[in-house]
Nanobody
Framework: QMQLKESGGGLVQAGGSLRLSCAAS????????AGWFRQAAGKEREFVSG????????SYADSVKGRFTISRDNANNTVYLLMNTLKPEDTAVYYC???????????????WGQGTQVTVSS
């Protein structure tokens, strides 16, 4: 079974930046779309960003568009999420996911990481 593991989360002040990484197992990772979701305390898991299998198409939630950038390096089985100009409302557990399509809802993805905490202080 494919395994995903996020890293790069932490505590950062508002206006700062973080880069999250998602390391995937399996030689066929490059055949899957990937996405980032986040879940704040007491709230539903929400879509943040997605990227097609080749990296040719990306999608962003309105709340992060212009601030976050998703990318992937299939040769190294890794997906990244560069988060700039972080705001306190970005505080959440961030999850990496992989699936057969670039979707915007959790059920469209088949594999999930354990999540990494991002906390933005004001």
């Amino acid at each position: 079974q494919m395994q995903l593991k996020e890293s790069g989360g932490g505590l950062v002040q508002a206006g700062g930046s973080l880069r999250l990484s998602c390391a995937a197992s399996g030689r066929w990772f490059g055949l899957y779309a990937a996405g980032w979701f986040r879940q704040a305390a007491g709230k539903e898991r929400e879509f943040v960003s997605g990227i097609s299998q080749s990296g040719g198409r990306t999608s962003y939630a309105d709340s992060v568009k212009g601030r976050f950038t998703i990318s992937r390096d299939n040769a190294n089985n890794t997906v990244y999420l560069l988060m700039n100009t972080l705001k306190p409302e970005d505080t959440a557990v961030y999850y990496c996911a992989s699936g057969t399509r670039l979707g915007v809802v959790p059920y469209e993805y088949d594999y999930w990481g354990q999540g990494t905490q991002v906390t933005v202080s004001s």
